[in-house]
């Protein structure tokens, strides 16, 4: 990933907020290369990390794919119905035209990075501002990692970039390692 963002999505409502979103649904935004992941993978992930046969409780928790263009349709379009057919379920996710997005609030940025106040700190010192914290792709790795996403392979070859200490290192290390069961 090169970046994520939470914000909102899909509704009519200038300048959502999470207390006003009007007919927005919450979202995450990616951005990613094509060259190290494809947007096939990425729709792989996105079925696998949620039960998409559940109904929505509300159109701010709907599940959507919000596609840039008719390629991405036709590919999130198949997608669901592979998935249907292989797990023998309808799916309720809608796939919608992106119509733009509304960066949520700071406080809603990197939701598993503050449950680990010692590497927030750290990052926020590198990233003061919180429009670079929130866009940085180091950030969103160590997130991401936090979250237990992403091999341990990748994170020991690209931790040396993220501009932590040798103790944030190893702390983050030992969060992205296996559990011994």
Sequence with gaps: MIRTRVGYA?????????????????????????????????????????????????????????????????????????????????????????????????????YYLTSVPDLLKELTAVYPDVNDFVNSTAVARVNGYVGRNGSLENLKREIDSYGLSPAAKQRLLAMAAPEDK
């Design 10 to 110: 899909g509704g009519s409502k200038d300048n959502p907020i999470y207390y006003s979103l009007g007919d927005h649904t919450e979202t995450v935004q990616i951005d990613y290369d094509p060259n190290r992941i494809t947007y096939e993978e990425l729709l792989d992930i996105f079925w696998d990390s949620h039960n998409a046969a559940r109904p929505s409780l509300s159109v701010q928790y709907k599940s959507a794919i919000f596609y840039h263009d008719e390629e991405q349709k036709r590919l999130a379009l198949e997608s669901k119905a592979r998935h249907e057919a292989e797990q023998n379920i309808t799916i309720l996710t809608e796939v919608l035209p992106y119509a733009g997005f509304y960066l949520a609030e700071d406080y809603h940025q990197k």
